[in-house]
Each structure stands twice: as C-alpha cells, then as structure tokens.
C-alpha cells in the first residue's frame, strides 16, 4: 500500500465543495465546466481548480473539444482508497462477528 497516492487521495476528497463536485461528474457520463458550473453557487474559476485538484488526484479525465473541456470519472482513481478500506475489512468483519455474538447472548 502506498502512503503518498492515499494521501493526496484523501486531501483531495477532504474538501467538501470538492467532493460535491466529483459527485457530480461520477453521476454524469460527461460533463462540461460550464454544465457543473450552472446551479452549483460556485464560481467557474473555482470549478476549474478543483476539477484540476480532481486530475492530479487521478479521480477525473478530461477531454478538449473546441473550447470546452469534459470531463468523466476514472474508477482506477479510487483504487488506493480501496485498497486501505480492504486492509481493514477482516478488522471489521471480526467485530461485527463478535457484535452479533453478543447481541444473542443478550437477547436469545
């Protein structure tokens, strides 16, 4: 598992206006700046920086056409965070184990 691409993963994903915006492009098959842009009470400018943030992150690709920029999700980005949340499921796996043993001792 590598530290620094969960890192910047998690920074990324920290912001919460950012998070919104990522939301929105996971939910479209493409969309435009301008598209995100349109209802969000966010600026274009600060758009364009968090979907740049989303690019270095690896969460988001995007593609020029004339003068508009799409952009879609990359699944592949999310894939250190899985992985740190894989690492951990046995830990929680065993918990829940032990939660529902002694939820039947409780109440039989």
């Known amino acids: 598992m590598q530290a620094a691409p969960l890192?910047?993963?998690m920074r990324t994903?920290?912001?919460?206006t950012r998070r919104a915006v990522f939301e929105r492009v996971v939910n479209a098959q493409e969309i435009s700046v301008a598209e995100l842009t349109q209802g969000s009470g966010v600026t274009q400018s600060a758009?364009?920086?968090h979907l740049g943030?989303?690019?270095?992150a690896?969460?988001?690709i995007d593609r020029a056409q004339g003068?508009?920029?799409y952009y879609r999700a990359d699944p592949q980005g999310l894939a250190?965070?899985?992985d740190w949340m894989g690492h951990y499921g046995a830990f929680w796996r065993k918990r829940f184990a032990n939660l529902r043993t002694l939820?039947?001792?409780i109440d039989p």
Not at 13 to 16: S, T, Y
């Open 103 to 105: 939820l039947k001792d």
């Open 7 to 9: 890192d910047t993963l």
């Open 13 to 16: 994903l920290a912001d919460p």
């Open 67 to 69: 003068r508009n920029v």
């Open 53 to 56: 943030s989303l690019k270095r």
């Open 47 to 49: 758009i364009s920086q």
């Open 58 to 60: 690896g969460l988001v």
């Open 80 to 82: 250190p965070l899985a």
